[in-house]
């Protein structure tokens, strides 16, 4: 395929479009010049001959004294001659006898017809003439009336000049405007590439604003809004750097701390004490690190297809449920909806079980509730626990990344669980009830 930058496919189609135009002329002008000039001579001949007719019982019928070929050189010049009762030549110039001897016999074919209208060749010239069958003093005659096509030619070629010098101009007039043309469409693509460019560098701060209320001012609002979300993007990448690093700060120094004073003989707690505490820091943050390192996963499988496969919603509570018990064993977990089948990738829905409860026993009193059921095209999930509502204030940003509840850790076990429940093309809800917090998943078949 032939690969062209847009000034050439510009002028590439202007020289393609004239010609086709050229070529569509050359074609189509002579024919239609030809039969229109045609018509034109025949008319002609046909007035002239209207006008020799009126002097022909008057003996005033003079000629223009010109022969049969002298006529050929004269562009108007229309001969006429009279045949009485279709013998002889009465009056007019001489015209060869092969010559009258086809038009005669025009004539005679077409004495249904008062007038008629022929042409025929002599010695590569074309002679249009018109036949009209009139009543005399004298008796029945034929009137003939010729032209050559001396006129149709000479008018063709003065028009087939003109038409050069137009076609020229047009030309000439096409370039300018392809050149015209070329300069406004590459000024908002320059414009364009330049804030490509500043990008490409990572200078996404100036906005890009091109009103024009065309197609280009359509491209120029999409990239913007690509812009705004790299600008939106970065700040979050920053923030989620700040928040990663605070979080993480905090069990190094705790560690860091501990390890110095077993080094410097301080151990205010006794040493089981002190590397206990050494030990449970470092399980903290290996916690911490797992979940940061799989939301950031979350991001590399946002165009992968979860794997899907059914499973019963009551063995998966049912596995979670003793696991879990044992954290908080006065929280009694109550399951329902056991036989629901689910279509769900095990793995991230797992994930997203886990970590629903794992929060809701932080919160807890005395018992988590889990519930499966069928809704009109999808399933829904609820997970309820019996502890102290949410503030309105930040029930909307629990969702975003390291935004945490009173008794929250990391800030990332809810931002994992919207994005795994959007991948299933699912949403999860959360709101306070009369006796605690629910969430509640909705799964579409």
């Known amino acids: 395929m032939l690969r062209l930058n847009l000034t050439s496919r510009i002028w590439f189609s202007f020289i393609l479009l004239i010609l086709v135009i050229a070529v569509s002329v050359a074609v189509i002008y002579p024919i239609s010049i030809q039969q229109a000039l045609k018509e034109d001579s025949f ?8 006008n020799f007719i009126p002097t022909i019982d008057h003996d005033d019928n003079t000629q223009s004294g010109l022969g049969f070929i002298e006529q050929q050189q004269a562009a108007h010049s229309v001969g006429n001659l009279i045949v009485q009762n279709g013998i002889g030549q009465l009056s007019g110039a001489a015209v060869p006898a092969s010559v009258l001897k086809e038009m005669m016999s025009h004539a005679n074919s077409s004495k249904k017809l008062e007038v008629g209208q022929f042409e025929l060749n002599y010695k590569g010239a074309t002679l249009f ?14 009137v003939i009336s010729y032209m050559w096509d001396t006129y149709r030619n000479q008018m063709a070629k003065k028009l087939w000049i003109r038409l050069l010098y137009v076609f020229l101009l047009a030309v000439i007039i096409s370039l300018g405007f392809s050149v015209w043309l070329t300069h406004y469409l590459k000024a908002p693509l320059k414009a364009l590439g330049k804030n490509f460019e500043a990008i490409s560098k990572f200078n996404w701060k100036e906005p890009f604003i091109w009103n024009s209320g065309d197609e280009f001012q359509a491209l120029a609002d999409q990239f913007e809004n690509m812009r705004k979300n790299l600008v939106h993007y970065d700040e979050a990448q920053k923030e989620f750097l700040q928040q990663a690093s605070h979080e993480l700060k905090t069990p190094i120094m705790v560690i860091q701390s501990y390890a110095q004073a077993v080094k410097d003989g301080l151990l205010p707690n006794g040493l089981d004490t002190t590397m206990d505490i050494i030990f449970g820091e470092a399980k903290q943050m290996e916690h911490r690190v797992k979940k940061l390192l799989y939301y950031t996963r979350i991001d590399s499988l946002k165009d992968e297809t979860p794997t899907l496969e059914l499973i019963t919603f009551g063995e998966l509570a049912q596995s979670f449920k003793e696991r879990l018990s044992a954290m908080k064993p006065e929280v009694k977990f109550h399951i329902s909806g056991e036989s629901v089948m ?6 991230q829905f797992g994930i997203v079980l886990e970590n629903l409860l794992e929060n809701a026993l932080r919160y807890a009193e005395s018992k988590i509730e889990l519930k499966a059921e069928e809704g009109q095209g999808c399933h829904i999930i609820s997970i309820h626990n019996d502890g102290s509502s949410i503030s309105e204030d930040i029930m909307d940003s629990l969702f975003e990344p390291f935004k945490k509840g009173v008794k929250g850790q990391f800030g990332l076990g809810l931002a994992i669980v919207k994005r795994l429940i959007e991948r299933h093309n699912g949403t999860i809800d959360l709101f306070n009830d ?12």
Not at 43 to 50: A, F, K, R
Not at 129 to 142: E, K, L, W
């Open 43 to 50: 008319d002609l001949i046909q007035q002239e001959q209207l």
């Open 129 to 142: 003439y018109v036949t009209r069958h009139i009543d005399t003093n004298d008796g029945q005659a034929t």
């Open 342 to 347: 689910l279509h769900v990738d095990p793995e």
């Open 434 to 445: 009369k006796d605690g917090v629910t969430f509640k998943i909705t799964i579409p078949f």
